[in-house]
């Protein structure tokens, strides 16, 4: 697959590394996305075991927590693990955020009200 992402063409890096003998692979791998030295456990899986689904993965473009678990194929595009892994983490910080400000809504009400019965005694 390629990137919806980044544009690697995940099909033709995965020949490469495969033909490269495994001593040579990380240095391959680190040549055409210097984007892996920031994940170092995706690198050894790939280096170690050259697999599809160690370079790309299938993301949701609606994200299974806003029901996008429930969609058609359409909802999938292709993305590299780095890729993946940095749009995951971002939708991981969005749901965080959303989470507090849920939180903190009731306790600002809250503060308004007895600020009122304050003011009013």
Do not use: M, Y
């Not at 920031?38 to 050259?50: I, K, Q």
């Not at 959303?98 to 503060?111: C, D, G, K, L, N």
């Amino acid at each position: 697959g390629i990137c919806e992402g980044c544009g690697l063409n995940c099909t033709d890096l995965l020949a490469v590394i495969r033909a490269t003998p495994q001593e040579g692979r990380a240095t391959a791998i680190l040549k055409a996305v210097p984007a892996f030295a920031s994940s170092p456990a995706s690198l050894r899986r790939l280096v170690t075991d050259p697999v599809a689904g160690s370079l790309w993965h299938a993301d949701h473009v609606i994200p299974v927590a806003q029901g996008g678990g429930q969609c058609s194929l359409l909802n999938l595009r292709s993305l590299c693990v780095i890729c993946h892994a940095r749009k995951t983490k971002r939708e991981a910080q969005d749901r965080a955020a959303a989470r507090h400000a849920a939180e903190a809504a009731p306790r600002a009400a809250e503060t308004a009200i007895l600020q009122d019965a304050e003011a009013a005694a």
